[in-house]
């Protein structure tokens, strides 16, 4: 059974930064494409970021580039989202996903795994 377990969120002020992880278990994700997705309150899941198998390729959303940084580590199955300069409009549950194909996409419909998610609150 796969299992993707994010950690990391929390409380944070304004500017301030967190670094959220993601563990996978049930399957070796080393070699495929994994992302992250938030959800504010009222509104629909959006891409953040994704970064491909090898982590050669890390496409951003506009409002995060610059700001966050995704990376992985295939000998521990996880990848990570260092965010920066947080802003009150960056408050979402934050999703990690995974992909059972080659490609990093930008849309939810597109990965097969997803996590819990894990609360982000940036307070202005």
């Known amino acids: 059974q796969v299992q993707l377990v994010e950690s990391g969120g929390g409380l944070v002020e304004t500017g301030g930064s967190l670094r959220l992880s993601c563990a996978a278990s049930?399957?070796?994700?080393?070699?495929?494409?994994m992302g992250w997705f938030r959800q504010a309150p009222g509104k629909a899941r959006e891409f953040v970021a994704a970064?491909?198998?090898?982590?050669?390729?890390?496409p951003y959303a506009d409002s995060v580039k610059g700001r966050f940084s995704i990376s992985r580590d295939n000998a521990k199955n996880s990848i990570y989202l260092q965010m920066n300069s947080l802003k009150p409009e960056d408050t979402a549950v934050y999703y990690c996903?995974?992909?059972?194909?080659?490609?990093?996409?930008?849309?939810?419909?597109?990965?097969?795994?997803w996590g819990q998610g894990t609360q982000v609150t940036v307070s202005s």
């Open positions: 049930g399957r070796t994700f080393s070699g495929y494409p």
């Open positions: 970064i491909s198998g090898s982590g050669g390729t890390t």
């Open positions: 996903a995974a992909r059972k194909v080659v490609g990093v996409p930008h849309w939810e419909a597109a990965y097969d795994y």
